[in-house]
Structure formats: C-alpha cells, structure tokens
C-alpha cells in the first residue's frame, strides 16, 4: 500500500463533524483529523456514531453541519475524487451474491476506473493476500462468514488506496479469522498504510492503532495514543480484589488513602492506585486474604469503562 | 454529475451476471414468441375475421405489437423486482456507491442495462416473427432502434415506479394494474378505438404501450403510419422519468 499524502498534511480532516437523523443527533460535533501513515482507532459502544462518521467520510452520507475534507479536498463537492482515493470496509458485508469470488473483485476494481488487465492482476494478488485464491470462482454465497470477511477486506484494497476506512472488521468472528485478519491489517501497516477502523475490542485497539479516538453517544470523548490515555487519566495500576463474604473496609481505606474510589460491581472490587505494591502491602497488612487480591497493569478497558460507563447499551 | 464511464461500469456488472446464466434466460425469451404466434397468430387467427381493420391476415396484425410487449416486458422484469432486490436485500447499491461511481451512475447504469435486455427479448420476438412469414427485410433495422426506444421508455417507467414502492409486494399493483391493461387494449390485438367508447379509447392511445405498438407497426408494416409523433412521446416520457428515478433513488440511498 501507499501513501501519498506528504507528511504533516492530515489524510482526513473534521471540524464541528454533526450528522442529525431528524431531531436525533447520532454525530455531534466531533473534532478529529487522521495523519499519513497512522492507523487511528474509534473505540465506542453500539450507537455512538462511529459508523455514521465513517459513511460521512465514505461520502454516502452528507454531513448535516460542520467541515470534513479528505486528501485536502471538500467532502461533498469533490465526493468521486475523494471515493477515486478511498478503500472501505463496510460493518455488514455487502458483497455481490450474483458474482463469483474473484469477479466480486474485478468488478470493484473496474469502479476504480483500473483496465480489464490490471483488474484481474490487482484481483488475483489480492486473493492470494487473503488466502482465497483457492476460492475464486466460487459464488459468493458458498463461503463462510469468516472468508466473505476477507474478501470484503480484499475488496477495499482493490484500488490501492491512500486510506483504508475499516467498520469493525473482526466483528462476529472466530477468535481464529479474527487473528488471520489482524496478521492482515498489521502487514498493510507495517507497509506504511493509513487506516481507520472502529472497534469495540479492547484488545483490538490495544493491539493495532497508534491512536485513538473515544466516541460516546456522538462526541469525542477522549484522543490519543492507548498508552498516553491511559497514563493521562488513569493511576496506572489497578488492585482487583474478590469479596467471598469478606469485608470491603480494607479497599474502601486504601482507595481514602490514595484519593481514589474504591469501585464495587457484585463481588468484585477495584482501585485504582498509583503504586501497586505499596498498595497491595498496604491491603494485605490490613488483613486482606493475599489469594484474593492482586495487582495489575490499568489497561483500555479500564479507560473505556470510566470514560463511557458501565451502563449496558443496545 | 453523471459520468458515462461509471454507467458503463454498472452495465458491465450486469454483463458479467448475465454471461454466467443467458441459456437459461434466452431459451424462454425464443418460446414465448412461438407459443404466442402459433397460439394466437395461427391458432385464434382463423377465427378472426380478415379483411376489416385487419387487411389482412391476424398474425401480421399483432405481431409487430407482441415485438412492441416483449420489449415492454424485458425492461419491466429487470427494473422492477431485479433493481429492488439489489436495492434492499443484496445492499450491493451500498458497496458500489463507495466507489468512484455515484448512485446516480448506477441508476443510469441500470436503465442502460435494461434497455439491453429488453433488446435481447423484443430482438428475438423480432427473429422469430421472420420464421413466421411476416416479412420484416429492410425494416429490420428501424425496427431494432424502436425496441431500444420501447425499452428505454419501460425502463425508466420502472426504475421510476422501483424508486418509490417501500415494499416488493406493490409491483404485483404494476404489473396486474398497468402492464396486463396495457398489453390488453393498446391495439395489439385489436383495434381499441373501434370497439370502446371514444373517452376510454382515448385514454389507452395515451398510454406508452400504445405508442410503442403504433410505432411498431409503423416501422414494421409498409406504409405504415408516421412514427415522429410516437418517438418524440417516448423520447419525452422516457427522459422525464429517468431523470425522477434518478432524483428518487438519490434521496433513497442518500442519509
Ligand atoms: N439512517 C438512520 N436513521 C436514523 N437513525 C440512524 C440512522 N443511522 C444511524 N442512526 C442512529 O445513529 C446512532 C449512531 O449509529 P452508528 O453510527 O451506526 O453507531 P455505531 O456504529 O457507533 O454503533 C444510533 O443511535 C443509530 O440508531
Ligand atoms: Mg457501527
């Protein structure tokens, strides 16, 4: 993959980003920008936006208010030559059934305004990228969800293009295909691919974005790199303790020590504390079982949750 | 706004599905004429009266018309169910509109093709009319050029009617409402206006079957009618709709 986008100059740009259904507000004057060579992240639960952020990007659908520009160009009045430069990976698979694996492809690929030739060649490279080649003139419907994952994901890589936008590409899928697409996403990456994609994995975004954006219900709620978040919100370890019937007071004095709130769901307790060990000498000193009790590093989960609560959503 | 280039690409899709299955579509499109002929043409023929409006025998009469109905219907079938499929379940609409192709090219691409099919349907209704004595000659070729004609009319009446219906269920209204009527009394079979008041008369020869059976038999029949009239009605009608089909199907893809 290559981009072609100079180095300071952002690949995809928004300011004041808002996309109204009626009076519902499903986008709300977001601020984000995606830089050359980066793979950025939107990390949010179901509802937040991240989807119609994506389309509005995709330029199938229009913005209600606010800036957007991709490559330097207006979103909207330069949408075939923004698209001609775009690879995307939508969330529901959207594959032509009526085609066979490797026409699926082709076809795409003749969208992108690529000759018959060079069609079939970018096809056929593709399909040996995502190990289908042994598939290609199968119907679409005879694969399982796994293999119409990557060729979907072989379709948005069809044109070249200078960003790929991704929506939860390893959703619904075998832990399996879900590490065979991310060997996938990491080698465009370490050949110098921007991406965007969405996820609602931790370990996901953990594992391949550079950066991150937090959505929640329309807004941005937190940008930055997974490790820089997590430092910049959170003590960066967490004491975790099982009750078994046993009293709280020990973590409820230990999180008054540190100027933290002990959080309590069922059995379980936790702590943030800004130096475990002392902490966890601390509890067991306080007579706290040591089998019950452990420290460990904060991670994005522990970000996510305190950021966008721990309300379940639909 | 509409860039050929990306019409042309969503007619090579269509293409590429097509290749893959045209036996099993062609061989219906080669029968239908034949039962229709032997049926109605030698078989009802005999009873029907020649001489009158006729002038001559019923099987050259309504040929020209069912040429006319073929063409209607090849463009019908591929605007109405086909584009609403992709258009709601395959989402294949979606994947495309992605692309550099906007959904504006797609719903021309679509028309396009349609006007393919109902070429590849009324073309071999018009072969198959040769083997029946009915002379066609020289007038092949005007008579190529009004199926294209006829199935761009159709074609844009059909994506037009596909942009609007929320439901697969109300094409059963457009094809038992409009079409079947339409096929029925636009003078394929029998001269309309001799047989029904003229208010009634009237409203049939407004409709685009009915033109298209007058242009074809103009094409088809030596001295034949004049056809200006029946191509600008088609021309018109059919730009008009492409042109709300396309707005249509924008507002529908487009939130
Ligand atoms: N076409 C639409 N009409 C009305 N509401 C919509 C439409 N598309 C999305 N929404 C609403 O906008 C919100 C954000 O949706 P989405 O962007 O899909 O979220 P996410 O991808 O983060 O799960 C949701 O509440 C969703 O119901
Ligand atoms: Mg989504």
């Keep these: 993959m290559t981009s072609a986008a100079t180095a300071d100059v952002?690949?995809?740009?928004?300011?004041?980003?808002?996309?109204?259904?009626?009076?519902f507000v499903a986008v709300d004057a977001i601020d984000f920008e995606v830089r050359p060579g980066e793979v950025l992240g939107m990390l949010g639960p179901n509802g937040a936006g991240k989807s119609t952020t994506m389309r509005m990007m995709y330029q199938v659908t229009p913005p209600s208010s606010g800036e957007l520009t991709l490559f330097g160009m207006r979103s909207g009045r330069d949408a075939r030559r923004i698209k001609a430069r775009l690879g995307v990976v939508p969330q529901i698979d959207n594959l032509d059934e009526d085609l066979s694996v490797r026409d699926n492809l082709r076809i795409h690929a003749r969208y992108h305004g690529l000759g018959p030739t060079e069609a079939a060649e970018r096809s056929d490279a593709l399909l040996a990228f995502v190990g289908l080649e042994a598939k290609a003139r199968q119907q679409v419907r005879s694969l399982s969800g796994g293999m119409k994952r990557r060729l979907t994901l072989a379709r948005g890589l069809v044109s070249d293009p200078d960003l790929v936008i991704?929506?939860?590409?390893?959703t619904g899928l075998d832990p399996q295909v879900r590490l065979a697409l991310w060997d996938k996403l990491e080698a465009l990456r370490t050949a110098g691919a921007t991406l965007m994609l969405s996820t609602h994995y931790m370990d996901e975004a953990e594992r391949l974005c550079d950066r991150l954006l937090i959505m929640d219900a329309g807004r941005v709620v937190a940008a930055g790199t997974p490790r820089g978040l997590i430092a910049e919100r959170l003590d960066p370890y967490v004491i975790e303790g099982r009750l078994k019937g046993g009293d709280d007071g020990p973590y409820?004095?230990?999180?008054?020590?540190?100027?933290a709130t002990a959080q309590r769901s069922g059995d379980r307790l936790s702590v943030f504390v800004p130096d475990g060990r002392a902490a966890l000498e601390r509890l067991l000193g306080d007579g706290v079982d040591p089998d019950r009790a452990f420290v460990r590093p904060s991670n994005l989960e522990d970000l996510f949750l305190a950021l966008t609560g721990r309300e379940l959503r639909e | 706004m509409i860039d050929p280039a990306s019409v042309g690409r969503v007619w090579l899709r269509n293409a590429?599905?097509?290749?893959?299955?045209?036996h099993y579509g062609i061989l219906p499109n080669f029968f239908e004429p034949v039962f229709y002929l032997l049926g109605m043409g030698l078989g009802l023929g005999y009873y029907v009266s020649t001489g009158?409006?006729?002038?001559?025998?019923y099987l050259t009469y309504i040929a020209p018309g069912l040429v006319a109905a073929s063409a209607m219907n090849g463009a019908s079938f591929e605007t109405t169910y086909n584009v609403f499929v992709k258009l709601h379940f395959g989402r294949i609409y979606d994947a495309t509109i992605a692309t550099p192709v906007g959904i504006q090219d797609v719903t021309v691409g679509e028309a396009s093709w349609a006007v393919t099919r109902a070429t590849i349907y009324g073309g071999t209704f018009l072969i198959v009319t040769l083997f029946f004595g009915v002379a066609?000659?020289?007038?092949?070729?005007?008579?190529?050029?009004?199926?294209?004609?006829?199935?761009f009319a159709f074609a844009a009446l059909g994506l037009a009617f596909t942009s609007v219906v929320p439901t697969i269920d109300?094409?059963?209204?457009?094809?038992?409402?409009?079409?079947?009527?339409?096929f029925l009394f636009s003078d394929i079979f029998f001269p309309v206006a001799e047989r029904f008041p003229p208010a009634a008369a009237?409203?049939?020869?407004?409709?685009?079957?009915?033109?298209?059976?007058?242009?074809?038999?103009?094409?088809?029949?030596?001295?034949g009618g004049p056809v200006a009239g029946d191509v600008a009605y088609l021309l018109l009608f059919g730009t008009a709709l492409l042109a709300f089909a396309v707005w249509r199907m924008r507002v529908r893809m487009v939130v």
């Design chain 2, 170 to 182: 109300l094409f059963s209204y457009y094809f038992t409402l409009f079409l079947t009527p339409s």
């Design chain 2, 136 to 151: 066609v000659g020289w007038h092949l070729i005007p008579a190529l050029l009004a199926i294209v004609l006829i199935g």
């Design chain 2, 202 to 223: 009237a409203i049939a020869e407004f409709t685009p079957l009915y033109r298209s059976v007058q242009l074809m038999r103009g094409v088809l029949t030596e001295g």
């Design chain 1, 166 to 170: 991704l929506d939860e590409p390893t």
């Design chain 1, 10 to 23: 952002p690949v995809a740009q928004a300011r004041g980003l808002s996309k109204r259904y009626g009076g």
């Design chain 2, 52 to 57: 009158g409006a006729f002038g001559g025998d």
């Design chain 2, 16 to 22: 590429w599905v097509f290749r893959g299955r045209w």
């Design chain 1, 252 to 259: 409820r004095r230990l999180a008054d020590a540190v100027g």
